[in-house]
């Protein structure tokens, strides 16, 4: 890997989207690039880029699809977050060497303006890569949603899928703390055991296994009262069977379902949902930005005093991102997915 210079960039290392992917996008569908660094506009940032994030997400900003928000463009650098070292600053607050978490595609440099950034700080209280992971929109969209959404109460048993994820086993740790029982699904009898022995959870489930089924209602003979749900499909159409008279449904993701173009036919779900009293909510995270700081001191705290961990699943070079989806949604990962450019 080539040290960048970091003292006066002229070049720039970008991947763009090239093809539009069907489903999962795969490396044939990135190109990557060297182009000129363009100069900073009033009102902007040039940050040089540390980690880059991969997030499930991408796969839908990817899709020509109508979604939360529009596709990114066929040509232009693929869309990401990213944590980096602020260089050069004309945005007022933000000043050179501050830690920036916010939409810098994936490249070397991001120029950013000030919508760009989801959080900033001077004074990191973790390693700056957990400002991509734990305290980024991975870490925040458990803390808010877990809390707001699934309501928790002591003696409760809450299902998580994706468990030994990024959301999920702060999900894990969270609903723990709340003095609920956490049960996990997840994809590798590894991942089963990590969920435990790491994470918390009471339970954890291989959903790979023929027999998860079973085993979780042997967990949960009374059946679910919180369903914090990222996979959707046959996952959801079995964890909505299970749930208590007025259990909550928080669909955090959609993981399993590969496109929604045509949308994907299941099981008739509704009278579950009439029958048992059920709330059924959806979240995105980025509706959220005014509690950013919120969630991330609160986060910040629970790891400073011990009381929450979290893996990291790091590649190294920019050359990794473009076959980094397709590993993340092949459940290669053990926790976050980061990709080291700095
Ligand atoms: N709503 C929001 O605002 C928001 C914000 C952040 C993340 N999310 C969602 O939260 C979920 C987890 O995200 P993350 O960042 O924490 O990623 P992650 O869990 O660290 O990694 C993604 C995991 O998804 C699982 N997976 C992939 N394909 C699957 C399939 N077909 N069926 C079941 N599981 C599958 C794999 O784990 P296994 O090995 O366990 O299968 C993979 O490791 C995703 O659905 C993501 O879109 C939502």
Redesign the pocket.
Known sequence: MTIPDYSCPKRNRQVLLVERPSGIPRPEHFRLVETPLAPLADGQILIRNVYLSV???QRGWAADLRNYSPPVALGSVMRALGVGVVLESRMGGIRPGDIVYGWTGWQDYGRLDLGDVLSSTRTPRAPISAYAGVLG??GM?AWL?FGALGRPRAGEAALV????????SVVGQLARAEGCRPLG????DA?AEACVARFGFDAAFN?KRGDWRDRLGEAAPEGIDIFFD??G?D?LDDGLRRMRTAGRVVQ?????I?SWDPPPMGLRNEREVLARRLSWSG????DHQSEFSRAIAGLESLIEDGRLVYDEDIEVGIEAAPGALQR??????V???LIFIG
């Open positions: 997030d499930p997400a929109i991975n969209t949603a899928s994706t468990a030994a994820g990024a959301v999920g699904l997840t994809g590798s991942k959903y990222s996979v499909g996952i955090c993701g959609t993981a399993s590969a979240f995105v995270i980025f993340l949604y092949a459940g290669e990962n926790g976050k997915k």
